[in-house]
């Protein structure tokens, strides 16, 4: 009987585990080691694939692509800052200021957009921005402007992308911190006499301090691994790493140098994404729930 | 500052605009679309020159309305299949690896729980792109050693699938784990000393309370399927998905008939989104 128990417990133990293997290795794992190979190729003048450093040579030799890659880096942070401090007033709102009700409707306004998709929000920017869009129409209608203002194609625009499809990530898990902060220490902090400026940086910043680095992780992945809001929205100056890939890709398919820009993209990623866990003493299944 | 203290007028009014400019700056996008959608204007945006419904259903060559446009309907059908697919195959495999990696002991289980939450934190373009070489070299092998063209290895409806899959099945992993932390393991025990096998005690004792969890799941792996473009857009074959579509229309022949296809969109998400509000209410 024990002995038939255990069969009965191995046997559920490999239904579990083998679809989950399979998953893993030929989703995950086996393509990321043909991304880091084909990195390494390059095609001789023949046709064939031989080994070979030039992609990565090309990368560091060609000033656009290194520099595009610090300008995305770069901005990656610089939104993911904006995000934080765009989101933590809304968090803080919905979690200790709104009612039960109106917070419930605050969040399903917040959901929308995200359900809604990418695509459909950054073409509604598009609308709203363009040099005949809603923004100056309306403005040029009430008379603020004569001339319509260039928004639409530039970093401002991109930028504006970016916050729009990334800021409920940030929102999200702060609130889901916030909401475990007992309002009694907030309270006590007020009855001795504390500045808001210091019941904030002092007791509500360090607090929620797990979900804002939750938060940024999250955040910073989604905003430099974007392409839809550099490529619709910015300019022609806007480029943005994840276009160089593309352009590799899809337009002058070279994948080899595709391959190797996608694995400097990782590199750069998964280094900061580790930084910001180490910084912030987090674990990755954190950043997850 | 929170609800039991008292605050200024001045900060509640400051406070209060803020909160206000942030919703107007999340609303607007979509309430601009959703308007313009029944502007009688052949130009996406403003001046509003009268209402409409050509947008949907005109069938002139002018104006091809959302309901004549073939290539739309057909790349709706596609997304719509493909998501039921991607759906089906990451609720199945998220539940087992959250079943695995809650309930089961074994080595390397760190190496494999840090490989399962990877995706969230690989960019979808390279996801896109390692699969798309992965796939292709596989094709190039198949081909040199059995002489077989086989179209699973080329862009192509099904590696769209594979491709959303890898990645929804991550999240699926994590909602269900998520309820399944809050589930009473003597239940499972329980049922295990009344001589239920383990699989007996799964399947009728702790896939019963993951219930909402999964259904759930598999609600949001058919959004993430729906509206995913980074990694689709590498592996996309013949029959392009709707964010595929309308990608391309965007960048070369934007017509308000992208404003009724993003209202229906809007109109169909929120109304599901406020179903599932109100039906959280109820429930609580």
């Known amino acids: 009987m024990k002995n038939s128990n255990k069969n009965s417990f191995n046997s559920t133990f490999y239904l579990l585990i083998v679809p989950v293997l399979i998953w893993l290795i030929f989703m995950i794992v086996i393509p990321h080691i043909e991304l880091l190979i084909s990195s390494f190729q390059v095609e001789d003048d023949s046709g064939d694939l031989v080994y070979s450093f030039n992609n990565y040579i090309e990368f560091f030799s060609q000033k656009i692509y290194w520099l595009t890659f610090v300008k995305t880096a770069t901005y990656s942070i610089a939104v993911t800052f904006l995000a934080f401090v765009v989101a933590f007033p809304i968090a803080f709102y919905i979690t200790k200021i709104a009612s039960k009700n109106?917070?419930?409707f605050l969040i399903l306004l917040l959901v929308i957009p995200l359900w809604v998709g990418e695509l459909v929000t950054v073409y509604g920017w598009i609308v709203l921005l363009g040099d005949h869009g809603v923004i100056n129409h309306f403005m040029m209608s009430i008379g603020i402007i004569n001339e319509p203002i260039n928004m639409l194609y530039t970093d401002f625009s991109m930028v504006i992308g970016l916050l729009y499809m990334s800021v409920l990530f940030m929102v999200i898990p702060i609130m889901s911190t916030l909401e475990s902060l007992d309002d009694s220490l907030i309270e006590a902090a007020c009855d001795l006499g504390a500045s808001k400026w210091d019941i904030f940086t002092k007791i509500i910043i360090p607090y929620s301090m797990p979900g804002i680095a939750s938060g940024s992780i999250i955040v910073f992945m989604l905003v430099i691994g974007d392409y839809l809001a550099p490529n619709l929205l910015g300019g022609k100056n806007s480029l943005w790493f994840t276009e160089q890939i593309y352009n590799n890709f899809?337009?002058?398919?070279?994948?080899?140098?595709?391959?190797?820009?996608?694995?400097?993209?990782?590199?750069?990623?998964?280094?900061?994404?580790?930084?910001?866990?180490?910084?912030?003493?987090?674990?990755?299944?954190k950043v997850g729930s | 500052m929170i609800r039991s203290l008292p605050s200024s007028t001045f900060y509640r009014i400051a406070y209060g605009t803020y909160v206000l400019l942030f919703f107007t700056f999340l609303v607007m996008p979509l309430l601009a679309i959703s308007i313009l959608a029944f502007n009688d204007?052949?130009?996406?945006?403003?001046?509003?020159?009268?209402?409409?419904?050509d947008w949907f259903f005109s069938t002139t060559d002018e104006r091809q309305g959302f309901f004549s446009d073939e290539e739309l309907i057909a790349s709706i059908v596609t997304s719509i299949s493909t998501g039921f697919f991607v759906a089906i195959m990451s609720t199945l495999v998220g539940t087992l690896a959250a079943l695995l990696f809650e309930e089961e002991e074994f080595r390397l289980k760190g190496l494999l729980y840090f490989l399962a939450l990877a995706p969230l934190v690989i960019p979808g373009v390279i996801l896109g792109i390692s699969i798309l070489l992965t796939s292709t070299s596989a094709g190039n092998h198949i081909e040199d050693a059995f002489g077989l063209d086989v179209e699973l290895f080329r862009p192509s409806y099904w590696l769209v699938v594979l491709g959303q899959f890898s990645f929804a099945a991550t999240y699926v992993m994590l909602l269900v784990s998520a309820r399944l932390k809050k589930f009473d393991r003597t239940l499972e025990e329980a049922a295990l000393s009344l001589k239920a096998t383990r699989l007996?005690?799964?399947?009728?004792?702790?896939?019963?309370?993951?219930?909402p969890a999964i259904i759930g799941a598999f609600v949001i792996a058919f959004i993430l399927s729906f509206s995913n473009i980074n990694t689709t857009i590498f592996l996309v074959g013949s029959d392009p998905t709707l964010p595929i579509d309308l990608y391309s229309r965007i960048r070369f022949s934007s017509t308000p008939v992208l404003n009724a296809v993003s209202f229906l969109i809007v109109l169909t998400i929120s109304s599901l989104a406020i179903i599932n509000f109100f039906a959280n209410r109820s429930s609580k």
């Open chain 2, 200 to 211: 007996e005690s799964i399947w009728y004792v702790t896939l019963p309370f993951l219930r």
């Open chain 2, 41 to 53: 204007s052949n130009f996406i945006s403003l001046p509003w020159h009268g209402f409409t419904l």
């Open chain 1, 102 to 104: 109106n917070a419930g």
């Open chain 1, 250 to 285: 899809l337009t002058t398919f070279n994948w080899n140098e595709g391959a190797a820009f996608g694995f400097l993209l990782l590199m750069l990623s998964s280094g900061i994404i580790w930084l910001a866990l180490k910084l912030s003493g987090q674990n990755l299944d």
